[in-house]
């Protein structure tokens, strides 16, 4: 049974930091993608930060050079390091691991609000 558990979420002023983690079960994690998306009360889901099995990471100019995303293989576990915090980046932030186009799953999501 596949399982991504996020962690880390939680109330922060602007300007704040949070570290989001996302810890895998039931998969093969060091041969998957992963990823961090977001979705805000009546948008769209959102990517926020890819993380390829080889460690080659991407983001939106949105998040760029405020989030960080990083993997840790030994521990099955995905992190999504968030800085200089936003009102705007307040979502439900969900982990998606992927294995190519074939397989693809989703954690349940952790709120972040970002709000003095």
């Known amino acids: 049974q596949v399982q991504l558990v996020e962690s880390g979420g939680g109330l922060v002023q602007p300007g704040g930091s949070l570290r989001l983690s996302c810890a895998a079960s039931?998969?093969?994690?060091?041969?998957?993608?992963m990823a961090w998306y977001r979705q805000a009360p009546g948008k769209q889901r959102e990517l926020v930060a890819t993380i390829t099995s080889a460690g080659n990471t991407n983001y939106p100019y949105s998040v760029k050079g405020r989030f960080t995303i990083s993997r840790d293989n030994a521990k099955n576990t995905v992190y999504l390091q968030m800085n200089s915090l936003k009102p705007e980046d307040t979502a439900v932030y969900y982990c998606?691991?992927?294995?190519?186009?074939?397989?693809?799953?989703w954690g349940q999501g952790t709120q972040v609000t970002v709000s003095s």
């Open positions: 039931g998969i093969s994690f060091n041969s998957y993608a």
């Open positions: 998606n691991a992927k294995y190519y186009s074939v397989l693809d799953y």
